[in-house]
C-alpha cells in the first residue's frame, strides 16, 4: 500500500529555514502529483504548495517568495525548503499524493516561535 512519511519539522525562530521531506513508497512516485497542505487547530486543511509530475508548481500567495517545492523521482521524495519563517507558519504539515487513489502522510508539527 502507499506510505507517505514527512520528516523535518520542529522548533525554529522567525526568519529562519527548514527544510521538510515526504519519503513515498508503494506507488510510481513519478506519475503522482504531489502537494504539501498545513493545518492548524480549529482551522480547514490548506494548501501550501504543490509539484505535478512534470515538475509544475504552485503555491498559496502566503508563502510565494519563501518556499520552494521540490521532488527527487530518483529518491521517490518530495521537499518543501521553507525560509523566511513567521510564526503564522507554525502549523502541522502534511503530504499529500494523488495517484489513483488520494493519499495522506501522518504529519509534521512545525511551530516559529521566539
Known amino acids: 500500500q502507499v506510505q507517505l512519511v514527512e520528516s523535518g519539522g520542529g522548533l525554529v525562530q522567525p526568519g529562519g529555514s527548514l527544510r521538510l521531506s515526504c519519503a513515498a513508497s508503494?506507488?510510481?512516485?513519478?506519475?503522482?502529483?504531489m502537494g504539501w497542505y498545513r493545518q492548524t487547530p480549529g482551522k480547514q486543511r490548506e494548501l501550501v504548495a504543490a509539484?505535478?509530475?512534470?515538475?509544475?508548481?504552485n503555491y498559496a500567495d502566503s508563502v510565494k517568495g519563501r518556499f520552494t517545492v521540490s521532488r527527487d523521482n530518483a529518491k521517490n521524495t518530495m521537499y518543501l525548503q521553507m525560509n523566511s519563517l513567521k510564526p503564522e507558519d507554525t502549523a502541522v504539515y502534511y503530504c499529500?499524493?494523488?495517484?489513483?487513489?488520494?493519499?495522506w502522510g501522518q504529519g509534521t508539527q512545525v511551530t516559529v516561535s521566539s
Open positions: 508503494g506507488t510510481i512516485f513519478s506519475n503522482a502529483g
Open positions: 509539484i505535478g509530475s512534470g515538475g509544475r508548481t
Open positions: 499529500n499524493l494523488v495517484n489513483n487513489g488520494y493519499y
